[in-house]
């Protein structure tokens, strides 16, 4: 059974759906005001690991990801570009949607921009008002009172000391000034001619009413899981559960996961300090979309990561063993079983204990020992090693960490042609030739029973 550390509870539970076979999950996404930064992609490549175990155990998952296109820095961004507000979120947008593509990390079901339900957020704030959990300000904005909640701060276990009767108007902020939130903020003159009408007057919501209304309206008012990183936990989660708690009277959600900071060099990433990296920065540097996903899935979620650009050799190296294990194993047959080895047992134990990937990434490298000395003594049978392809086929479709052999670029292609050609006329010499110019091109060509088999080096 599948086991997560809930945040809310602080300790692993048995994975239990709301509807038998079916899970929704909510993840928070990106804020398009900006390029995401490499930190941002930890946490939707720990998304993306979560859906793909749910997937593979068999769950129904319909995901929804959010897209928050207003809050204080989309509007700051389109006043000082003196843009469109829906200007600058679809260019963000857009590249946000272009990186996930590149990283190969499998879409949600619907990305809502909360632009686009202003409706259901006012709907909401009315039913706090009337229920005395929100009030409306001398400035005809609206708060939230989380004095007359009295179980808010249970995510983040905040002592009741620390909160205050003060009203808090930036939507992110610390621990140590815990006060009443908006909810809807009024229309003031550095919000330009972005603003929504409302009963209170012209504003623009809070950022985390936005979320609370795109969950609900596509999954009602109780689901399974919500996600984000560990940044999100403390003010957006903690508010978000207590305004939807109070607004409908249901436990809103059973399941909150939460991924652990990334680092660079031990460091908080910041521009100030140079290592503050977007995807393209990486890319550039020579790295490929599955060594970055290795590095961020390599390490169990809950734990922060350590990243640095020389761990590029790191990942490259380690993917290297499965390719040429892999390549070990087409030539013996490129069958794949329906039948799994026995060592996809513990692989898969661990993933089922909150995701430990760590422990399945150790599990799986020593069957690859183990299937490799069989191979060395030659007693592996045809039967073992179909299982083995489809024990290998299994594992990508979790980590997604190998790159197809459809990224052969064309070129490359058509000296193996040529080369097959020459073997097909016994021209030994021109086939000599065209291998080892493939080799200086980083191509590995070798000759199987199964066709000639292509590996990048």
């Known amino acids: 059974m599948l086991r ?28 398009v005001y900006d390029y995401s930064h490499i930190g941002n992609f930890r946490t939707f490549l720990f998304e993306d690991l979560l859906k793909r175990v749910l997937t593979a155990f068999g769950y129904e998952v319909y995901h929804i990801m959010n897209i928050t296109d207003v809050d204080d820095k989309t509007i700051k961004k389109a006043n000082d570009e003196n843009k469109d507000l829906k200007e600058v979120a679809l260019r963000y947008t857009e590249a946000f949607k272009n990186d996930i593509r590149s990283l190969k990390i499998n879409e949600a079901d619907l990305y809502p921009n909360a632009t686009d339900h202003i409706e259901e957020m006012v709907k909401i704030i009315k039913i706090l008002i009337e229920k005395d959990f929100a009030y409306v300000s001398e400035d005809n904005s609206v708060f939230f009172k989380i004095s007359n909640y009295p179980d808010y701060g249970n995510l983040v276990k905040i002592s009741k000391s620390n909160i205050n009767d003060n009203q808090q108007v930036s939507d992110e902020y610390g621990l140590d000034n815990v006060n009443d939130f908006a909810l809807w903020k009024s229309h003031k003159e550095e919000d330009g001619k972005f603003y929504w009408d409302s009963p209170w007057g012209k504003g623009r919501p809070g950022w985390h009413i936005e979320c609370s209304a795109m969950s609900t309206h596509y999954f009602g008012n109780h689901f399974d899981i919500h996600c984000g990183g560990v940044d999100n936990k403390f003010p957006h989660h903690e508010n978000e559960i207590a305004q939807s708690v109070c607004a409908f009277n249901e436990p809103f959600v059973n399941y909150w996961l939460h991924s652990e900071f990334l680092l660079v060099e031990d460091q908080k990433m910041s521009k100030s300090l140079k290592n503050y990296y977007i995807l393209s920065d990486l890319f550039d540097n020579g790295f490929s979309p599955e060594e970055f996903r290795f590095i961020m899935l390599s390490s169990h979620y809950r734990s922060r990561v350590n990243f640095s650009m020389d761990r590029k050799d790191e990942a490259r190296s380690a993917i290297k063993r499965i390719k040429e294990f892999e390549s070990r194993l087409l030539d013996i047959t490129n069958e794949k079983s329906n039948e799994l080895p026995k060592a996809v047992k513990l692989f898969n134990q661990h993933l089922c204990n909150d995701l430990d990937t760590p422990n399945a990434l150790a599990e799986f490298y020593n069957w690859i020992r183990l299937t490799n000395q069989q191979i060395d003594h030659k007693n592996l049978s045809l039967d073992e090693a179909a299982q083995a392809n489809a024990f290998i086929f299994y ?8 790159s197809p ?53």
């Open 4 to 31: 997560f550390y809930n945040s809310l509870t602080q300790k692993k539970e048995d994975f239990k759906p709301i509807e038998k076979g079916k899970v929704k999950l909510y993840t928070c996404g990106p804020t």
């Open 405 to 457: 052999n459809d990224n052969v670029p064309e070129e490359i292609m058509r000296l193996v042609q040529m080369r097959e050609q020459h073997r097909s006329n016994k021209e030994w010499e021109k086939s000599d030739l065209l291998r080892d110019d493939l080799l200086s091109k980083g191509w590995l060509l070798k000759d199987t029973p199964n066709g000639p088999k292509l590996t990048k080096i």
């Open 395 to 402: 594992f990508n479709s979790i980590f997604d960490i190998l």
